[in-house]
């Protein structure tokens, strides 16, 4: 397709949000040795304890492992394909695995159920698909509405680079060759990105360019950058308690040279209902 503008793209639900995930065998392969989020999250499953509410469960990258932990997640996407392709990998597993994974076809801004979960995760920069200050108020008042008292959110998202917020749009990067899995040929990828410093909200372009001269084709992934400061204040005016940010799956401070951000909170204390006279 034609490479859309920025300002026409980085809304929850639009093309730029949902376009990656249209293909689950290109996520599928380009995560693969992504592991260490997946360990902090089934360690921290363990600890805590189920049932455990996943937000944009993807393909199950975590929540497959989860659940083989012994655990039972309920988990939730946006994305059709990608809920397809969980659903065909939790076919091939065991009954009892099976039995423990509940999924449905949701936004996180809006999906409800009368459950209530001690652990709450949402992995690998879903979050940044919540692009405004309203789709941000309408994730929270779902989570708390879905947080067992004392529960706790857990989520994760890359910490924004000026340099690479500061990459030329008009320049791509990379150039690796790999082989795309769906349609089986060898291509060329590389990747061209554009920063709205308003909307603070990235697109990067993920070109595929097919070495035997064939059609080539790019897709859009917009997110949302969130600075650790203001993803704190965020949680703090919206009531959530013992707000800990800490680096790359480690348990360790942020730093200078840290790639993930680590977000642990609890629920807000529930109101004391006011006696009757
Ligand atoms: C980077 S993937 C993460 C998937 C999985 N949690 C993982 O760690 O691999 C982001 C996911 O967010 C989902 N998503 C985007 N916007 C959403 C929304 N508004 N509500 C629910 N899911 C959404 C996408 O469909 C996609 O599966």
Not at 33 to 59: C, F, N
Not at 187 to 214: A, H, T
Request: glycine residues 6%; charged residues 25%.
């Amino acid at each position: 397709m034609s490479e859309l503008n920025l300002s026409q793209l980085g809304r929850a639900g639009d093309f730029g949000a949902l376009a990656h995930y249209a293909d689950p065998a290109y996520y599928a392969k380009a995560y693969k040795s992504r592991r260490q989020d997946v360990d902090y999250y089934v360690a921290l499953a363990e600890r805590i304890g189920g049932p455990v509410l996943e937000y944009a469960v993807g393909d199950g990258r975590v929540a497959l492992p989860v659940v083989r932990s012994g655990v039972e997640v309920w988990g939730v996407d946006l994305s059709a394909p990608m809920l397809g392709a969980l659903k065909a990998r939790l076919a091939k597993e065991p009954v009892e695995v099976q039995r423990r994974l509940h999924l449905t076809r949701g936004d996180m801004r809006s999906w409800r159920t009368r459950r209530r979960f001690p652990l709450i995760v949402s992995t690998f920069n879903s979050v940044l698909h919540l692009y405004t200050r309203q789709d941000v108020e309408a994730f929270f008042s779902r989570v708390k509405a879905h947080l067992a008292p004392g529960g706790r959110l857990v989520f994760d998202f890359s910490l924004p680079r000026p340099a690479d917020l500061a990459l030329d749009p008009g320049r791509s990067y990379s150039g690796m060759r790999l082989r795309d899995p769906s349609s089986g040929k060898l291509v060329k990828y590389s990747e061209r990105f554009e920063y709205d410093p308003v909307r603070q909200i990235q697109l990067c372009w993920m070109q595929f360019e097919p070495v035997d001269g064939s059609e080539a084709w790019s897709v859009p992934l917009t997110h949302r950058q969130f600075f650790p400061q203001e993803m704190e204040a965020l949680l703090h005016y919206a009531g959530f308690r013992d707000i800990q940010l800490s680096a790359d799956f480690e348990d360790k401070a942020l730093d200078v040279d840290t790639d993930w951000v680590v977000v642990s909170c609890l629920a807000p204390r529930a109101k004391a209902k006011k006696r009757r006279k």
